[in-house]
Nanobody, 117 residues
Framework: QVELVESGGGLVQAGGSLRLSCAAS????????MGWYRQAPGKQRELVAT???????NYADSVKGRFTISRDNAKNTVYLQMNSLKPEDTTIYYC???????????WGQGTQVTVSS
């Protein structure tokens, strides 16, 4: 089992920045892709950004150029630097980790991001 603990959410004004962190613990061997998703009330969870263990990244079009995902493999931690935040970025952000060569995946408990206009 893998436990993911997110931190760094909060309230910020439009145009501001936040940095989310997600630390993985437990059976973290063979963790492959890690990423961030978000889910607004009544909507499906959507991809924000992912990063492989080798550093390849993928972003949703809505955050390209504003958000940057990064990873520290030694610390089993993934980060999401969010700049130029917009009110529409307001929602709960969830960390995700997938194990290599397996269908196993894990979710964090979520962290609230609120952007005021």
């Amino acid at each position: 089992q893998v436990e993911l603990v997110e931190s760094g959410g909060g309230l910020v004004q439009a145009g501001g920045s936040l940095r989310l962190s997600c630390a993985a613990s437990g059976r973290t061997f063979n963790i492959g892709v890690m990423g961030w998703y978000r889910q607004a009330p009544g909507k499906q969870r959507e991809l924000v950004a992912t990063i492989t263990s080798g550093g390849s990244t993928n972003y949703a079009d809505s955050v390209k150029g504003r958000f940057t995902i990064s990873r520290d493999n030694a610390k089993n931690t993934v980060y999401l630097q969010m700049n130029s935040l917009k009110p529409e970025d307001t929602t709960i952000y969830y960390c995700n980790a997938k194990r290599l060569f397996s269908t196993d995946y894990y979710w964090g408990q979520g962290t609230q991001v609120t952007v005021s206009s």
